[in-house]
């Protein structure tokens, strides 16, 4: 059975190692100005590590590399997800950083553990019958209904960038070719095909309902505000999200929320990936191989719903 003196020993201990943390979020709360929930993170992950190392007699302090991964390592075998295990290590090298800074030690234990690889979360996106309705829902007898439709319409046959679709201009448009150039980032350029619906609807608003909404005015920019401005982000995304309301649409949809929807059909029905990473402006295949992932979750519902054998 422990002494009276070795419980008040373990109770010192862990007050001086509270003490130490507490100081810690003190300092990094004057420093970054961080939120109550950001300082009870970093304080939860702190004190879990305090707690698996003090089994072992292991002032947090004192903790070697060693001792930080087979904590890890532990956490991970009861189930921790690398989401989880990242934010932790995040908190750890923070602290490890401000205790070399205050004299404490003199290396930092966290400096070589690599981060745990978490995989991109998979991009919310519309089917077909849900993007066809809310193509639908603009009021297409108002001039800014039809500007809308006109905006969805491009925006769903080309794929482009919420920032590239606000800024584009008339002179990017060319209906002889049925294209339209975009530079995107990284200065490169691409050429994307609108297809005969888009083409269609953009005509019609370019030959009336633009110059209705313009009145007198003049811009370079296709798609103007009632002011003769350049629409912004913000603007644009009220705007999906009303008519998605509309169109009576229920899942949580993002200003991007076309263009993963324009890159997932494409693959459904059997666009090769080089293809689609050139029409989304990627500089590299593997950011598009995120859609692969949605196109082949699609693939196993309709597989599991109408196979005999699904």
């Known amino acids: 059975m422990a002494s009276k003196q070795e419980n008040q020993q373990d109770k010192s201990a862990q007050s001086s190692s509270e003490q130490l943390v507490d100081r810690f979020l003190d300092a990094i709360w004057m420093e970054r100005g961080l939120s109550a929930n950001t300082l009870g993170a970093y304080r939860a992950d702190l004190m879990t ?5 003090a089994e072992r ?3 947090i302090e004192k903790a070697q590399k060693a001792d930080l991964l087979d904590f890890i390592a532990k956490r991970v075998e009861s189930g921790a997800k690398p989401r989880s295990t990242a934010r932790q290590l995040s908190s750890f090298r923070r602290f490890f950083r401000y205790i070399m800074r205050e004299g404490l030690r003199d290396t930092d234990p966290t400096a070589d553990i690599e981060m745990p690889r978490i995989g991109r979360s998979l991009p919310k996106t519309l089917t077909e019958d849900e993007v066809d309705a809310l193509l639908r829902a603009p009021n297409t007898d108002e001039p800014l209904g039809h500007r809308d439709r006109a905006m969805l319409e491009v925006l769903y046959a080309t794929g482009l960038r919420v920032s590239e679709l606000i800024n584009l201009k008339q002179s990017q448009v060319n209906f002889n070719q049925g294209v339209i150039r975009i530079v995107g980032k990284g200065d490169r350029e691409r050429l994307i095909p609108l297809g005969d619906e888009a083409q269609r609807w953009l005509k019609d ?3 009336g309902p633009r110059m ?3 009145l007198e005015r003049q811009t370079d920019y296709l798609f103007p505000t009632r002011r ?4 912004t982000r913000q603007a644009f995304w009220h705007i999906i999200k009303r008519y998605a309301e509309k169109a009576g649409i229920r899942k949580k949809l993002s200003p991007h929320s076309l263009r993963h929807a ?3 059909h494409l693959l459904n029905r059997g666009a090769d990936l080089r293809v689609v990473q ?3 402006g990627h500089s590299d ?3 598009t191989q995120i859609y692969t992932h949605v196109a082949r979750e699609r693939l196993k519902d309709l597989h599991s719903g109408h196979h005999p054998r699904g």
Request: hydrophobic share 55%; no cysteine.
């Open 49 to 53: 590590l305090w707690r698996g190392l």
């Open 57 to 59: 007699d292991i002032p």
């Open 205 to 207: 608003f370019i030959e």
């Open 212 to 214: 209705e909404i313009l």
């Open 228 to 231: 003769g401005d350049r629409m």
């Open 262 to 264: 324009f890159a997932t």
């Open 278 to 280: 050139l029409l989304l």
């Open 285 to 287: 295949v593997s950011t």
